[in-house]
């Protein structure tokens, strides 16, 4: 606490702009008892302003003082850790915010479990961290030991005795603390009125009052003093009506925290002691009360007598009732009426009503007075009392007589009669009301029927005596026999006549005549004597349903589109009566059937309603009978023809027959009359198209040999059930005419068929159709060929399927054109234009390249020859060109002599010409054996060859090399040159000879050898051979143009 508070008045120094959180909390230790109400006050200073504080509150166990237990939070809804979530869900614990920064944790019923080290934390909110974020307080939870009781009983005084009452009261717990003891008195009526306080005795063992007793506190009459260490006697002297209630004796424990505050742990009551005063005065007045005191035969008395008295629930009454000295009724405490000798027949016939309203209020009630109930009237009460002795004692007083006058019976009665309508419909309901007012006898009802001008006498109809029996004449008893006619008494004074079903001959003049009876005489000779009578006659027309039945037919909707509902109503006059009811048919003549003068022969059935309101079908059935749909209001005037989703089945005429039935009282049924409606047309209608297909114009160009793709999209359509048919057409720009040719056509159903451009052009195996989404449609070509080049568009059919499922095209339209040109690659053949001179000996090698630094395509082939120009003369210079002849030349094929010239000399084993092509890009030509008239300016030329997508090889570009200037010098004739020149010389000369020396050479090897070994003779002294012969070293070279060189090495020859 006090470093709290030091935190707070150094932040208050060094002012706002160093202002640091402060989170203090209620110290403690506070003790509190197990299962009372424990709050936690938490308080934040020195954060930013304007920004609302949360606050988290969690606890420590003395047994794990380090392990947090989260229990609530103002932030977070699932904070608490599952030994407090119960608890915390069922808001045994919660925080009650006081303010922004001040909140409240609530236990309502601690626990003993709940001891430990309680922490408030507020998170920051300012953005940086300075102060004390948490604070921490101790509670501890001890045994609720206080006691309290009172002894059980049941106190009655009288006013102005003395009350004594006892309570007990201990604990026996081990911390210092207080007690505060009281009583209270609550009110036994009232349970919602709080409890008086009487006398209290504080924690500071000061004693104090309730309001209303303080005076009598100072005046000695209320004292509250401990008798012993547990012991507490209230003392109320001169007891008034007021300490009348529940006493019951409260006390509380109370003990000190550590902020110097008093906290009451605990608080017990005892049971309540019921106290009942008996006021002093007993004195009570009597008065008698009437609305009035003149009556008329017949009215009704009500006499109350109201008796005025203190407590008057709690004392014992007992009222009689006196008529002219004579007793009437007497009505004891316990409610229960005993009547007089001439009076008991009266109240059996309910003719008297003797009642207790209230405990001071008591009624006697005549319903109908007669001439004899005039004269005095008393009331008499008499209480009874018990003493203190223990006898009982009776005080009665009595009212004021009240005189009642009874004037004779002079009927003053008067009759209207009324009825629901001066004109009823045929079968409707006639209803008359007869209206008696004015009368205070008994009264008896006659009806009468006769004609509308009066001239045949009446005739009676039924009529309702006076105890209200009904009785109809002959001529209707079989009509009312079936309910037809009613007669009845609906108020006291309304009486009705009702006739159901009117027929045309019930039209007339009606009368009701009303008799007032009065009953007269002693109890044991009554007479019934009639004091008036009085009529009233009221004319009724009836309109018959022939005359306003009428049919007509109507729709809002003559033409609809399919797939659209319409409605057909039927309106029928007059309104729908029960007892005369209609049958009303649908009829439905189909479009395009021949009648003559709208023959009705030709319409058919369709639906019935039947005058018992069920539904008939009839032979025709429009939408296979599922698409259709009857009803009917519920007066019967308006049938209504529903289709729904309608088709050309539905298109065609409709008309409704309605037939009038009359039900006769004896339950058979009569036909009225017939009508039909005039005639509605209905024409169904394909729905208008919204097809929109995009128009945007384009222009693609590809590659041979590349894919082609040409988009169709559909930008809107008439219906999400729409189904589409496209079909491509191509305008050849190679034709020159305007035709279009179709290429292929996809079907609703997504077959494929095509056309006979397809064909003709052999597209079927280059050409596809993708539907990419059902709006969205692609035509590709595949390896596009320049005769491909054209004007592409689609066509869209819009299809959509009506209501009896058959599909059928609604509209066209044609998209833009993309024009597509399909074009040769660009020709890039370059060939290397170096020009150089090269000089050869005569029978020596020319060597001629060709280079190819470009291409137009990866994929092409080339065709390649070399060509020489010759001068004129040889003594000429090369200048002066005298003809072009072709040297070499291979096709693009890779065959000899395919190119685009013929050379002289063939290819072949014999020939001087030597091709190679060591890249793809790189050839070259070798003529061997040069002569001087292979001297001349020579050049490559290069066509370069492409696969078309048919698989034929087209030229696309051509070019020649620089020219190669070739001179040849020529050689003098020698031996060598002779015998090189001749190749059978050349083998006989250096070939041949080789072959006989080395057989002679191995013949005298032997020789050698044999002759070595017969003799001995022919060694040296130091063994060495006589005679050593070495194998001459011949060396060749078949492709040398020299002759091969023979040498005899030293030591050949001895």
């Known amino acids: 606490m006090a470093t709290g508070v030091l935190l707070v008045s150094f932040a208050l120094f060094a002012g706002a702009a160093v202002a640091q959180r402060v989170v203090t909390v209620q110290s403690g230790p506070l003790i509190r008892t197990e299962g009372s109400h424990v709050t936690i006050w938490c308080n934040v200073t020195g954060y930013k302003e304007g920004v609302e504080q949360d606050f988290e509150w969690s606890m420590y166990l003395p047994t794990a003082p380090d392990r947090e237990i989260r229990i609530v939070s103002t932030a977070q809804p699932n904070y608490a850790y599952s030994?407090?979530?119960?608890?915390?869900?069922?808001?045994?614990?919660?925080?009650?915010?006081?303010?922004?920064?001040?909140?409240?944790?609530?236990?309502?019923?601690?626990?003993?479990?709940?001891?430990?080290?309680?922490?408030?934390?507020?998170?920051?909110?300012?953005?940086?961290?300075?102060?004390?974020?948490?604070?921490?307080?101790?509670?501890?939870?001890?045994?609720?030991?206080?006691?309290?009781?009172?002894?059980?009983?049941?106190?009655?005084?009288?006013?102005?005795?003395?009350?004594?009452?006892?309570?007990e009261v201990s604990r026996t717990t081990m911390q210092h603390t207080h007690l505060s003891v009281g009583w209270y008195l609550k009110a036994p009526d009232d349970a919602s009125a709080p409890p008086q306080e009487l006398l209290t005795l504080s924690k500071d063992f000061v004693l104090r009052s309730g309001g209303p007793y303080r005076q009598r506190m100072a005046?000695?009459?209320?004292?509250?003093?401990?008798?012993?260490?547990?012991?507490?006697?209230?003392?109320?002297?001169?007891?008034?009506?007021?300490?009348?209630?529940?006493?019951?004796?409260?006390?509380?424990?109370?003990?000190?925290?550590?902020?110097?505050?008093?906290?009451?742990?605990?608080?017990?009551?005892?049971?309540?002691?019921?106290?009942r005063i008996q006021p002093t005065d007993r004195d009570f007045s009597i008065q008698v009360s009437t609305e009035r005191r003149s009556f008329t035969a017949g009215e009704p008395l009500e006499l109350r007598c109201t008796i005025e008295a203190q407590n008057v629930p709690e004392r014992f009454f007992s009222v009689s009732w006196v008529f002219s000295s004579s007793p009437v009724a007497v009505v004891g405490p316990s409610a229960v009426p005993v009547l007089g000798p001439d009076y008991m027949a009266r109240e059996a016939t309910g003719h008297m009503t003797v009642r207790k309203e209230s405990p001071s209020v008591h009624l006697l009630k005549l319903q109908h007075l007669r001439p004899d109930d005039a004269g005095k009237y008393i009331c008499r009460v008499t209480e009874r009392e018990k003493t203190p002795t223990g006898d009982f004692i009776d005080r009665s007083k009595r009212s004021r007589n009240v005189q009642i006058t009874v004037q004779p019976l002079k009927s003053n009665m008067t009759v209207l009669l009324s009825s629901n309508s001066s004109e009823v419909l045929e079968g409707n309901v006639m209803q008359l009301t007869c209206l008696v007012q004015s009368t205070t006898g008994l009264l008896?009802?006659?009806?009468?029927?006769?004609?509308?001008?009066?001239?045949?006498?009446?005739?009676?109809?039924?009529?309702?005596?006076?105890?209200?029996?009904?009785?109809?004449?002959?001529?209707?008893?079989?009509?009312?026999?079936?309910?037809?006619?009613?007669?009845e008494r609906s108020r006291a004074d309304t009486f009705l006549l009702s006739i159901y079903n009117v027929l045309p001959e019930d039209e007339g003049q009606y009368s009701c005549t009303a008799t007032e009876w009065f009953q007269s005489g002693a109890e044991a000779e009554l007479s019934w004597v009639q004091i008036g009578e009085t009529s009233d006659t009221k004319m009724v027309t009836v309109k018959t349903v022939e005359s306003s039945f009428m049919v007509s037919a109507s729709s809002r909707t003559p033409s609809v589109t399919y797939g659209d509902s319409f409605d057909l109503l039927c309106l029928v006059k007059p309104r729908h009566n029960p007892r005369v009811p209609t049958s009303v048919t649908w009829r439905f003549m189909p479009a395009g059937t021949e009648a003559s003068d709208e023959d009705e022969g030709e319409f058919k059935d369709l639906v019935t309603f039947t005058r018992e309101g069920t539904l008939q079908w009839g032979e025709q059935l429009l939408g296979l009978g599922t698409r259709t749909t009857v009803d009917r209001s519920h007066s019967n005037t308006n049938f209504r023809l529903s289709v729904t989703r309608a088709g050309r089945r539905e298109e065609g005429k409709y008309q409704c027959t309605?037939?009038?039935?009359?039900?006769?009282?004896?339950?058979?049924?009569?036909?009225?009359?017939?009508?039909?409606?005039?005639?509605?047309?209905?024409?169904?209608?394909q729905p208008d198209s919204k097809l929109q297909v995009q128009k945007k114009n384009q222009s693609l160009v590809n590659l041979e040999d590349s894919r082609v793709r040409i988009n169709c999209s559909i930008t809107s359509q008439t219906s999400p059930d729409s189904h589409h048919a496209v079909l491509w057409y191509v305008r050849r720009a190679a034709a020159g005419s305007e035709a279009d040719e179709l290429l292929l056509r996809i079907e609703r159903s997504g077959a494929l068929e095509y056309g006979t451009y397809a064909d003709e052009e052999r597209l079927r195996r280059r050409v596809q159709a993708e539907r990419l989404s059902p709006r969205n449609y692609a035509l590709t070509l595949n390896r596009a060929e320049s005769?491909?080049?054209?004007?592409?568009?689609?066509?869209?059919?819009?299809?959509?399927?009506?209501?009896?499922?058959?599909?059928?095209?609604?509209?066209?339209?044609?998209s833009g054109f993309t024009e597509v040109l399909v074009r040769q690659p660009e020709a890039r053949l370059q060939v290397e234009e170096t020009e150089s001179n090269v000089t050869v000996p005569e029978s020596g090698s020319i060597r001629l390249g060709c280079n190819i630094p470009s291409q137009s395509s990866r994929y092409s082939r080339f065709s390649v020859s070399w060509y020489v120009e010759r001068p004129e003369d040889d003594d000429d210079e090369l200048s002066t060109v005298e003809e072009q002849e072709c040297v070499f030349s291979i096709g693009h094929d890779a065959i000899f002599g395919n190119g685009n010239c013929s050379p002289r000399e063939e290819a072949g084993p014999n020939s001087r010409l030597q091709f190679e092509r060591s890249a793809s890009d790189q050839y070259s030509l070798t003529i061997q054996g040069a002569r001087p008239t292979d001297r001349g300016r020579y050049y490559c030329h290069v066509e370069e060859w492409l696969l078309n997508p048919r698989n034929a090889w087209y030229r696309l570009a051509t070019n020649n090399s620089g020219f190669i200037t070739v001179n040849v010098l020529q050689q003098e004739s020698t031996v060598k040159s002779v015998v090189c020149a001749n190749d059978a010389l050349f083998y006989f000369v250096f070939f041949y000879p080789f072959p006989i020396f080395g057989i002679l050479l191995i013949a005298l090897l032997l020789v050698r050898f044999k002759s070595r070994n017969n003799s001995k003779s022919q060694e040296g002294k130091n063994g060495a051979p006589l005679l050593w012969i070495k194998e001459p070293h011949l060396s060749y070279s078949p492709t040398c143009l020299d002759p091969p060189a023979l040498s005899l090495h030293p030591g050949s020859v001895d």
């Open 787 to 814: 005769g491909d080049s054209g004007t592409y568009y689609c066509l869209v059919e819009e299809w959509l399927s009506d209501p009896d499922g058959a599909w059928y095209r609604l509209s066209r339209d044609k």
């Open 444 to 487: 008896s009802v006659v009806w009468q029927w006769t004609d509308k001008e009066g001239n045949e006498p009446a005739q009676r109809l039924a009529s309702l005596d006076r105890d209200g029996t009904v009785r109809h004449s002959e001529a209707y008893r079989e009509r009312s026999t079936y309910g037809e006619i009613r007669v």
């Open 219 to 275: 005046a000695g009459d209320l004292r509250l003093d401990k008798t012993s260490a547990t012991s507490y006697r209230l003392t109320i002297h001169k007891l008034q009506p007021v300490d009348q209630g529940l006493l019951y004796c409260q006390a509380a424990e109370w003990i000190q925290d550590a902020d110097g505050s008093w906290f009451a742990m605990t608080r017990k009551q005892s049971d309540k002691t019921p106290l």
């Open 658 to 685: 309605a037939v009038l039935w009359r039900k006769n009282y004896d339950n058979s049924w009569s036909r009225v009359a017939n009508r039909t409606s005039n005639l509605l047309g209905i024409s169904v209608l």
């Open 83 to 167: 030994v407090y979530a119960q608890r915390v869900n069922s808001k045994d614990i919660y925080v009650e915010r006081l303010s922004r920064d001040s909140a409240m944790l609530h236990i309502t019923k601690v626990q003993a479990k709940d001891q430990g080290l309680f922490e408030c934390y507020t998170p920051n909110t300012d953005g940086r961290y300075l102060g004390s974020y948490s604070a921490r307080t101790n509670l501890t939870v001890i045994a609720d030991s206080l006691t309290v009781s009172a002894p059980a009983q049941t106190l009655s005084k009288v006013e102005g005795d003395t009350l004594q009452l006892t309570c």
